[in-house]
């Protein structure tokens, strides 16, 4: 089953504008990650945010988390076309150490040039 | 390092065959996952090991698919008899630990069942 749930489906936005990726999930989490996936290859890790932090920030991504909210969001600043890609979310549940990662179904983000 | 390296990237068969998906980690990694990317469900986990040591299978979907580690640098996935819902990417991932590194994913075997 689905833990996390990504908002929007689909994203389309200028090279150069803010693209903002929302993601909501269950049950309390350990941790929560955000991935890439460009059409036709695997996914790349992104970044990685604990349940104790709030916000963090790589290079021009930056991801917040509201654990009271069950909902984390990962903001690509001066997008560039590079960046079109599908992003996704997975969550760690928090009670156990398990390995099971899972994933939402993804925003489509498309940066046009 | 090469990455995660799965064999073959295309596999076309037909229904009732027998398919194996093949998966060679990173070195020095100590857990591997199976996942399964279809269109209607998304990234599906199927199996993961740790220390070649089957965790969970709890993804897996039926007896029809079957999955090893005999040692730390290489898993096969095989599927026996393989159906047309079996149609999909399937990815191997692995990771040192459950940290803070995330998992490093292959290219993905695109399995088609005719």
Redesign the interface.
Known sequence: S?QGEEDPQALSIQEGENATMNCSYKTSIN?L?W?RQNSG??????I?I?SNEREKHSGRLRVTLDTSKKSSSLLITASRAADTASY?CAT?EGSS??????????TTLQVKP | DAGVIQSPRHEVTEMGQEVTLRCKPISGHDYLFWYRQTMMRGLELLIYFNNNVPIDDSGMPEDRFSAKMPNASFSTLKIQPSEPRDSAVYFCASSFGLGGAGYTFGSGTRLTVV
């Open positions: 689905q941790n990650q991935y290859r695997g996914l790349v890790h992104l990685l604990r996704f760690r150490n398990t390995g099971k990662l899972i994933f939402g179904q993804g």
